[in-house]
C-alpha cells in the first residue's frame, strides 16, 4: 500500500461476491473539462457528489472511481453504522462536544436510511441494537467506563452476563456485555451500490479509472488516469488514506489494513448456534479485538487483525480468522470461512478526521478511524459544502477535531508496532 496512487487487494471483497454481477461503468478516456472532480467513490465520495448535485444543479461533476463500486473499502467493512458515538469522559465540554458531534452524525445516518428508502436499496439494513463484549476482566472494566459514557449522555443500557449473552447470540465466549439499542447493520457492498444507482444523472461516473497525477495549472486542476486527462475547477479528494501518494496528509494518516471473512451457509440445525437475536452485531472490548456479526438468515461475519501500511500473508489472515471465529462457537468447527477478504482504512493519533482545504480549489477527507460509512458521509457532503461556499464549518470542525501530526518514519512505524503490540496484549482474549 505505501506509495500507491490506490488500494489494490488480492481477495475480492466478500460481501460483493455475495451479490450477482454487476457492470461497471466505463473508465474515463479522452479530455475532460468540468467544474468539479470527486475522487473515490466510497461512502464520502458518495456524499460529496450528492451533496454537490444538491448545491448546485447545473455543475459539471465527474466521479472517479480506481476499482469499482462494491470492491472499495466502502464494500468491505463490517457495516456497522455508526450513529452515536461516546464522549471519551464524562467532562461537561467532553459531552457538550459528543451532543452536537452526533447531531452531524444523526443528520448523516438520516440521510442514508432517506436514501435507502426512497431507492428502495436492499441492503439488508437492519435496527439491531449494538452488543459490546467481553471476555475478559480488563475488557468488562474498559465496557463500564464506555457504558458511563452512554449513560451520560443519555443512552439507555443494559448489562449482560455470560448467560444472557449466550441466550441472545450463542457463544459463551464473553463474559460481560453492554447493550445499547442505537445499532444499525448493513450489507456494506449492497449500500454502496445502490448509493451509485441512486446518484443523480449530472453526475458523470468512471470506474476502473485511478488518478495518478494531480497538479495545479494555474487556478485549474489536472488530474490524469491511464486513458483520461481531466481539467477542474475544484477537486474533492475521497480517497481515504490514498491521499497520501499526492503528498498530502503524509504527518497525519496512517493506513491500516483489517481483515474479515463470511462463513459459508449454515444448516438450520446449526443456525441454532447464532442465538435468539435475529440480527446482531458484537463489537470488541478493546480497539484491537474482534468483531463479530450474523449475516442474513445464515452466516456469520468475523472482523480481526491489523497491519501497519503493508498487507498481512494470506495464510495468516485465514488461519487467524477462522481461529478466531472457532474460539467464539467451537460447536461450529466443521464450518469454514468462505469468503476472507482484508480492506484499507486511515487511522489518525487523536482518532479525529482531517477535513477541510488542501490548496485553494482541493479538498480531502480522510482518517474517519474506522466508522467511515456515516462519518464519510457527514465529511463528504461537508467537503461539498466548503468547495461551494469556501467558509469552513467552526461547528462541524468543532465537533469532529481535527487529526494532530504524527511522527515522521522510522519513528511512526516503530511506534505503531510498540503500541499495536502492547495493546494487542492487552487486548488478549478480546482479540
Ligand atoms: C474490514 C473492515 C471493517 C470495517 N468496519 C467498519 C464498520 O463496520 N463500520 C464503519 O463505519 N466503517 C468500517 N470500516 C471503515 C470503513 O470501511 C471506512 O471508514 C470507509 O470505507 C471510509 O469511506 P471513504 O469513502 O472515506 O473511503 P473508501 O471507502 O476507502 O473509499 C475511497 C475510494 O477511493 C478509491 N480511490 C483511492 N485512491 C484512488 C485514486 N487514486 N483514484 C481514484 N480512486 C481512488 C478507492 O478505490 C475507494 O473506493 C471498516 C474497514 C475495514 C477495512
New binding site residues.
Partial sequence: MKNQ???IYSQPCGWNALLPNREARPPATGQLDVQYVV???????MAAARRLCQLNPNASIVL????TVG????A???????REEYPSNSSAPAIEQNKVLNGFNREAFDDLKQIIEDHQIACDFHTSGRIRAAATADGANTLRTIQQALEATGHTTQTLDESKLHHLIGTSYYKFGVHTDTGHLVQ?AALIRGMLSALPQQVEVHEN????DLNQHGKKWQLKTSSAQITADQVIM???A?VK?FGYLQDKVVTI????GITEPLKPSEIASFGSLESWGVLPAHRLGT?VRRVGADRLLV?SLYAYENSLSESVVHDALHSRFHKRYPELSHIRLEHVW?????LTLNGSPYVGCLEPGLYA??G?N???????TAL?SYMAELALSNKPNSQILKAYGTANKILPDPFRALGFKVVSAWESRKAGLES
Fill in positions: 496512487a490506490f488500494p475522487v473515490g467513490a466510497g461512502f464520502t465520495g472517479l472511481e480506481a476499482s470492491e472499495g473499502s466502502s468491505r467493512n463490517s457495516g456497522f453504522l455508526t456494506p479509472s485511478p488518478v495518478l475521497a480517497t481515504n490514498s501518494y489494513h483489517t481483515y474479515a468483531t472482523r482484508g480492506g484499507v482504512t486511515a477527507s480522510a474517519c474506522g466508522s467511515g460509512i456515516v462519518k464519510g463528504g
